[in-house]
């Protein structure tokens, strides 16, 4: 790894919450990234209801962003307890949502150069890979739609289905730094519409 | 009747600390900050809260009708009442102007000025509908982040929840260092966007300082009144949040009732 890239990689690895530019998701059952941020009267009431406090208030203040609610999935992922859909006041958060398959935070994407399971996967099968290499599987054991959402490719490989509902749970426990799971939040499938959320041009898909 | 009201000034000062403290103890009868709370299934928004995200968004639903029902109802039989008996930050100011007597240092309040009201009037609409446009056109709810009660209690949940307080804070600092050398009370006076809102829906039929008609003229009322405003003319007025400063004061409510509430 070179000294740009380690760099890189502590930036990413940023302790103050609210820097994270990957991983960052909207709570539960929010209308989309431009209705929300018209809707959204930064009341922090999601903020106060969230049991496992992992809806955070962001600090940046970029599109005048600040005040609003974000999930940091590197620090702790949405456990989908569907507290907060209840209580916005102005329906920024869809109050319809309450079960958690019907949430669509986002999806996740696995960085298969980086992966643990798929490296090991690769060496099985006699390819050349660097890295790591073990069953760890800490994604799959970790996900609340098991077998559903993300299911293991002949008890190897993690695969994510459509079913995925973006929660962030995985990449909370993903043990690879960078993480080699990450959220791709919802109406930003390809690396253009990407933007903010780099993640998908960091793989270069 | 001051006393009264600094009970329940104080109340409400405790209660944005205490609805998140509850919260995290997973007792959710009440829950919510001052800009909207739920107490058991009843739904309540501040006004300005839900006016702003109609305007930025060009869409009304019907949670956000039910919840500003509520205060709409208040703001019309009692008129400002949530500035003198409940904002948090008109506690920290009556605590500010205390202090300043305490310190021995001259009092920053204004004269009183005829043409002083209607001004002070003008320039907090002319604020707000400036506001409210640039709330259109960022289609941003902005005016929060300069609204201290609103900032005040949304960062007492980041304080209780996570220890932290994020930059929309660094405005209560400021205004506050305004409002202890400089100018006095300017927020509630010329700017606070919340007051306005309940202002514009304060009837006239509502509750409000009545003026009888004859007194002996000391002008204690004038010199008592936070909102710079003289109770025996403005009494009606939008600018009057009904603190009953004025009404405690008068000498003269001994003998007759020269300044006293009424409703309708």
Redesign the interface.
Known sequence: MSLFDSIKNALNENPFS?HYKINRMRPPGSVDEK?F?????????C???C?Y?VV????K?E??E??TPFIYAEEAGCHLCMKCTS?C????ID?KVTEMEQTSIGIARINEETCNNYIYDRQESGEEADGMAALCSSCFNVCPLQHEAIRLENGLTPVITEKCTGCGLCVERCPTRPRSISIIPKDMPDAATAGYYHFLKRMGK | MSRCRRIIQWFFFLLMFI??AL?ML?I?FI???Y??M?VGEL?V?DPL??L??VF??H?I?A??IA?VTLPLLIAVLLGRVWCSWACPYYLILDGIEALRKKLGLKPLKPVYSESGPSKANFFRYALLISGFILVGA?????L??ISPP?VL??QA??LI??FTL???FIFIPIVLIIETFFVYRFWCRFFCPTGTVLSIFKSSKGLRVEYSGSCSGCSRCVKACPMVLDPRKDGASSQCHNCGECVSICPDNRKTDTLKFRIK
């Open positions: 609210g209705r941020m018209k809707l959204c009267v930064r009341c922090s009431r903020v106060e209801v049991p406090d955070k208030r962001s600090t203040t599109y005048g600040i005040g209580v006041p102005t329906g920024a109050p | 609805v998140p919260n997973e959710y829950k919510g900050t800009i909207s739920d739904a928004s809260a839900v702003q995200a930025a968004s869409e639903k949670v956000m919840s960022a289609g941003v709810p902005l929060y982040l609103s209690s949304s949940v980041m929840k996570h994020t930059a929309e």
